[in-house]
């Protein structure tokens, strides 16, 4: 199955740039479109290792009225 990744990105971010390591924030959007993984963004912007660590530190559920306010 084939789908637009970057409908999934809400938000992107850099936390922390070095030499060897890059950290990442992200909002990700699961709907009728599909699921965006962390992993999958990571490999579409070109990192060639799977990452590290993945950290979900928040889970946003909405009714379907707010997402259509939105």
Not at 5 to 15: C, T, V
Request: hydrophobic share 40%.
């Amino acid at each position: 199955r084939h789908y637009d990744l970057r409908a999934l990105i809400d938000d992107i971010w850099i936390i922390a740039l070095t030499d060897s390591e890059c950290v990442l924030g992200m909002r990700l959007l699961s709907d009728h479109r599909g699921t965006g993984r962390p992993e999958q963004v990571a490999a579409a912007l070109g990192f060639t290792s799977y990452p590290h660590l993945i950290r979900r530190v928040g889970l946003f559920l909405a009714n379907e009225k707010s997402n259509q306010d939105v």
